[in-house]
């Protein structure tokens, strides 16, 4: 069993009762308790580096925190078969005021110092404005240029634009994240301050690629939420909340992630620990200070509420429309778990793929009222399940969390996994004509782009066939039907949660032209069902709401 006593103190704190986590970090502390502690066998904490760090900081800087004493363990943490960091990703995210820059002024410090003791272990700090990647850098530049400080000025030669280690030759400069005018170096870590405005991996793209040519490059990611929807935070968080979740494996990414778990608990100051570290009890001298200042802003709400939005966001770390971002609520989704109304008018039939490489959706949208009802059935292919969701390990039948539990799925009767080195379209043709004898579907829906071979195979069975030129040209036409139909409970999909996983990978992202439901990940969360469902809801004005039978009954009942 591994242990270092500052993430044995801090984890024991937590179950004393002692510290208060937000639900992320309790995530993060139940993967390291079961994926990291007990492999003795393969990693090591590198207790002098920890130390050294510790000591380094807290003699010329400040006292660290104990969420700073808790990761830096992990930064220090190595395999044993080549001596490389288990993380080389940190995610340092948390409500504004918490002490983020002023950990990794330490770092950045450390990093360059003869006690770290790589060479040419170069540090680039990289923000979207100059101030701000200024902030941490500038910190070290008066550290060491200090009255008093000659140890330092001993070892770094310390100008206004970069730092230099002296012994290791290794530099620390501020850079902007222009990703045109910047080419990666030869960095051994680089730090992305304050990287919720970073509108695309772009910048990312450039540094990260000159990692790896010295030994034990690492990237930290630091910040607060913000206000750019779907830009690199958006994607890095999902990252995260998949790692913690169990659908991706713990290792390579550090999150650490503080926020409030509900909006109500915005309003219980004892709870203001879950998003900002710092404002956990005890309050030492700098927390007593935050917590003064956060206060102030949080009593003026009540003359100020314009301010609102931005408190919640930079001081509570959490987003309000979080939730609108997603097409539908975990309530939502769990309403459309309902059993079929009797499935006896005829349906439109659709069909949605990402490729013939993975999955196939196909579908039958029927309407009752002012209810629908998708009848759906997946075809996907096993190279694919087995690469990206362990399809052939015995381990994954049921779903251990980790991964989408396709097998489970297929026995439920869901879906079909084919061994194929792409699905043959026939499965789908027989699929609507088996569709067809038990419920008289004759048109189908799909993406023009998808139908090229499809297509032929249809219409010789006698199917209508009709294709969606720009399948994103409707999404902002049918916005307003999709959000009624889930807040109004208006959907069902039955006992189909492979439905409810296709439709919680999806999130609405507001354009110029409108809104777009679009991937939350591009590869592993797919969205073929919703795609389907989508294009079959496009022609649900043509659906009737009663059967051919229910008509001829009723006709039969009238006296001419």
Same mark, same amino acid.
């Given at each position: 069993?591994?242990?270092?006593?500052?993430?044995?103190?801090?984890?024991?704190?937590?179950?004393?009762?002692?510290?208060?986590?937000?639900?992320?970090?309790?995530?993060?502390?139940?993967?390291?308790?079961?994926?990291?502690?007990?492999?003795?066998?393969?990693?090591?904490?590198?207790?002098?580096?920890?130390?050294?760090?510790?000591?380094?900081?807290?003699?010329?800087?400040?006292?660290?925190?104990?969420?700073?004493?808790?990761?830096?363990?992990?930064?220090?943490?190595?395999?044993?078969?080549?001596?490389?960091?288990?993380?080389?990703?940190?995610?340092?995210?948390?409500?504004?005021?918490?002490?983020?820059?002023?950990?990794?002024?330490?770092?950045?410090?450390?990093?360059?110092?003869?006690?770290?003791?790589?060479?040419?272990?170069?540090?680039?700090?990289?923000?979207?404005?100059?101030?701000?990647?200024?902030?941490?850098?500038?910190?070290?530049?008066?550290?060491?240029? /200090?009255? !008093?400080?000659?140890?330092?000025?001993?070892?770094?030669?310390?100008?206004?634009?970069?730092?230099?280690?002296?012994?290791?030759?290794?530099?620390?400069?501020?850079?902007?994240?222009?990703?045109?005018?910047?080419? !990666?170096?030869?960095?051994?870590?680089?730090?992305?301050?304050?990287?919720?405005?970073?509108?695309?991996?772009?910048?990312?793209?450039?540094?990260?690629?000159?990692?790896?040519?010295?030994?034990?490059?690492?990237?930290?990611?630091?910040?607060?939420?913000?206000?750019?929807?779907?830009?690199?935070?958006?994607?890095?968080?999902?990252?995260?909340?998949?790692?913690?979740?169990?659908?991706?494996?713990?290792?390579?990414?550090?999150?650490?992630?503080?926020?409030?778990?509900?909006?109500?608990?915005?309003?219980?100051?004892?709870?203001?620990?879950?998003?900002?570290?710092?404002?956990?009890?005890?309050?030492?001298?700098?927390?007593?200070?935050?917590?003064? /200042?956060?206060?102030?802003?949080?009593?003026?709400?009540?003359?100020?509420?314009?301010?609102?939005?931005?408190?919640?966001?930079?001081?509570?770390?959490?987003?309000?429309?979080?939730?609108?971002?997603?097409?539908?609520?975990?309530?939502?989704?769990?309403?459309?778990?309902?059993?079929?109304?009797?499935?006896?008018?005829?349906?439109?039939?659709?069909?949605?793929?990402?490729?013939?490489?993975?999955?196939?959706?196909? !579908?039958?949208?029927?309407?009752?009222?002012?209810?629908?009802?998708?009848?759906?059935?997946?075809?996907?292919?096993?190279?694919?399940?087995?690469?990206?969701?362990?399809?052939?390990?015995?381990?994954?039948?049921?779903?251990?969390?980790?991964?989408?539990?396709?097998?489970?799925?297929?026995?439920?009767?869901?879906?079909?996994?084919?061994?194929?080195?792409?699905?043959?379209?026939?499965?789908?043709?027989?699929?609507?004509?088996?569709?067809?004898?038990?419920?008289?579907?004759?048109?189908?829906?799909?993406?023009?782009?998808?139908?090229?071979?499809?297509?032929?195979?249809?219409?010789?069975?006698?199917?209508?066939?009709?294709?969606?030129?720009?399948?994103?040209?409707?999404?902002?036409?049918?916005?307003?039907?999709?959000?009624?139909?889930?807040?109004?409970?208006?959907?069902?999909?039955?006992?189909?949660?492979?439905?409810?996983?296709?439709?919680?990978?999806?999130?609405? /992202?507001?354009?110029?032209? !409108?809104?777009?439901?679009?991937?939350?990940?591009?590869?592993?969360? /797919?969205?073929?069902?919703?795609?389907?469902?989508?294009?079959?809801?496009?022609?649900?004005?043509?659906?009737?709401?009663?059967?051919?039978?229910?008509?001829?009954?009723?006709?039969?009942?009238?006296?001419?």
């Amino acid at each position: 069993m591994l242990h270092n006593k500052y993430v044995d103190e801090y984890i024991k704190k937590w179950k004393r009762g002692d510290l208060l986590l937000n639900k992320k970090r309790i995530q993060l502390i139940a993967l390291i308790e079961g994926y990291i502690l007990p492999r003795d066998d393969i990693y090591y904490f590198d207790d002098e580096q920890i130390e050294n760090y510790i000591e380094f900081s807290e003699a010329w800087y400040f006292e660290l925190d104990e969420w700073e004493t808790f990761i830096t363990p992990f930064i220090f943490l190595f395999r044993k078969d080549d001596d490389e960091p288990v993380f080389d990703e940190f995610v340092i995210n948390m409500g504004r005021g918490g002490g983020k820059n002023g950990y990794i002024s330490t770092l950045a410090n450390y990093f360059i110092s003869s006690l770290h003791g790589i060479d040419y272990y170069d540090v680039s700090i990289v923000a979207n404005s100059e101030k701000q990647a200024k902030r941490s850098f500038l910190e070290c530049f008066r550290t060491i240029n /200090k009255q !008093g400080n000659e140890d330092l000025k001993e070892e770094f030669d310390a100008f206004k634009s970069s730092i230099t280690g002296l012994e290791t030759q290794s530099v620390f400069e501020y850079k902007t994240s222009n990703a045109s005018s910047q080419d !990666g170096g030869r960095e051994g870590a680089v730090i992305y301050d304050e990287y919720h405005e970073m509108e695309s991996s772009d910048i990312v793209d450039v540094f990260s690629g000159g990692l790896g040519k010295v030994d034990c490059g690492r990237q930290f990611f630091i910040g607060t939420k913000g206000y750019v929807r779907e830009g690199y935070f958006d994607i890095k968080y999902r990252e995260c909340e998949d790692i913690l979740n169990g659908v991706t494996e713990f290792g390579g990414i550090f999150p650490y992630i503080c926020e409030l778990d509900d909006l109500d608990e915005m309003d219980d100051p004892s709870k203001w620990a879950k998003a900002n570290p710092a404002l956990q009890e005890p309050l030492n001298k700098r927390g007593k200070r935050l917590f003064s /200042k956060v206060m102030k802003e949080y009593k003026r709400l009540t003359n100020n509420p314009s301010g609102y939005a931005a408190f919640v966001t930079k001081r509570m770390n959490f987003i309000m429309d979080n939730l609108e971002n997603s097409v539908a609520t975990p309530e939502e989704l769990d309403a459309t778990n309902r059993p079929f109304f009797e499935l006896n008018s005829k349906p439109i039939g659709s069909l949605d793929f990402g490729s013939v490489r993975d999955f196939a959706t196909c !579908g039958l949208l029927f309407k009752k009222g002012d209810e629908f009802a998708f009848k759906s059935f997946t075809f996907a292919i096993k190279h694919f399940c087995d690469v990206h969701y362990g399809y052939s390990n015995s381990a994954n039948d049921f779903g251990t969390g980790k991964k989408a539990p396709i097998k489970k799925w297929e026995q439920q009767g869901l879906m079909k996994v084919v061994d194929e080195p792409s699905l043959n379209p026939m499965h789908v043709v027989n699929w609507f004509i088996e569709m067809r004898e038990e419920h008289g579907v004759e048109k189908i829906i799909a993406d023009n782009y998808k139908l090229d071979i499809l297509r032929p195979l249809l219409e010789e069975q006698g199917f209508e066939v009709e294709a969606i030129r720009r399948p994103s040209s409707i999404h902002p036409l049918l916005a307003p039907r999709v959000e009624d139909g889930f807040a109004n409970h208006k959907f069902i999909f039955g006992d189909n949660p492979l439905m409810r996983w296709f439709t919680n990978n999806v999130y609405v /992202k507001e354009t110029q032209h !409108g809104k777009q439901f679009l991937k939350k990940e591009e590869v592993k969360r /797919k969205t073929d069902g919703f795609q389907a469902f989508i294009h079959a809801l496009y022609r649900a004005n043509e659906l009737e709401d009663e059967s051919i039978e229910d008509t001829l009954t009723v006709l039969g009942s009238l006296n001419f």
